[in-house]
């Protein structure tokens, strides 16, 4: 077993790819989303049910219920840039007129010095206006919603968006 090599944040790259064909991952052409700031962690522990009966007289018992990922709500802090502006526009315009072909939005979590990667579709949500305070960073939250089931498969490393 090879020894554990801490790993830093940097270098931790956002990415979307649209299906090709409905129901297929893309399993390549993921564009990074420039200036991520800030991502939630997507634990998805399950609920437990309490199945305790009368019959029992020291100890409740449980069973796994649904896993959640945090409220249904994928919310990711970047820096307000142009770049990121056209960057997030252009998802959410190519994610609607997806939907009418049934083909959905995946996002990737690329993280240096880890083999495979978060993958999730996703429905894109507008990109709403930053607010500010003075001597300050621009900054906004985006939001995804989970469509589908989160796995981890190969890690695929996004390609930096061309600037319009």
Known sequence: MAAAIDLSTAGIRIGVAYEAT???RP???????PGPKSIPAMDDAPSLLDA???NETKYKKYIQGLRDLGGGDIAITFNYTQLF??????MYETNEANKATSKRTWITFYIPG??????MPVDVVPRGNPGADVDGVLETTAHFIPIGE???????????PVSA
């Not at 399993?27 to 989303?33: L, Q």
């Not at 502006?85 to 252009?90: A, G, L, N, V």
């Not at 880890?114 to 993958?119: L, N, P, T």
């Open 27 to 33: 399993t390549s052409g993921y564009i990074n989303i």
């Open 150 to 160: 989160p796995d981890f498969f190969d890690a695929v490393n996004p390609t930096d």
């Open 85 to 90: 502006c056209d960057t997030w526009d252009e």
């Open 52 to 54: 305790t009966t009368l």
């Open 22 to 24: 409905s129901g297929s």
């Open 114 to 119: 880890i083999s495979d990667a978060f993958y």
